[in-house]
Nanobody
């Protein structure tokens, strides 16, 4: 069984930064790609970023490119999302998830259906 626990969310002013963490328990964290998704009130869950098992490949939604950075530390079983230049429209619950892929090139990283374990989410609120 895999458990994912997000942390690091909170309230921040527009233009500020937050660093989200996702700690994984269970086996084989380092063998799988990981991703971040978000869901704003009244909206569907959307892809934010993903990273391959070895950190070589990263993927981003267009709306976060050059502002967000995904990274991972396999020794700590943790994946991170550094968020800079935050905007009010970034307000959402952010979820981390484990992708089924163990390859350097992640298959369809934005497809939520390819993620098999999800965390409970952490709230990010950006005030204007």
């Amino acid at each position: 069984q895999v458990q994912l626990v997000e942390s690091g969310g909170g309230l921040v002013q527009a233009g500020g930064s937050l660093r989200l963490s996702c700690a994984a328990s269970g086996r084989s964290f380092s063998s799988y790609a990981m991703g971040w998704f978000r869901q704003a009130p009244g909206k569907e869950r959307e892809f934010v970023a993903a990273i391959s098992w070895n950190g070589v490949s990263t993927y981003y939604a267009d709306f976060v490119k050059d502002r967000f950075t995904i990274s991972r530390d396999n020794a700590k079983n943790t994946v991170y999302l550094q968020m800079n230049s935050l905007k009010p429209e970034d307000t959402a619950v952010y979820y981390c998830a484990r992708h089924f892929s163990s390859r350097t090139v992640v298959l369809q990283p934005s497809d939520a259906a390819l993620y098999d374990y999800w965390g409970q989410g952490t709230q990010v609120t950006v005030s204007s």
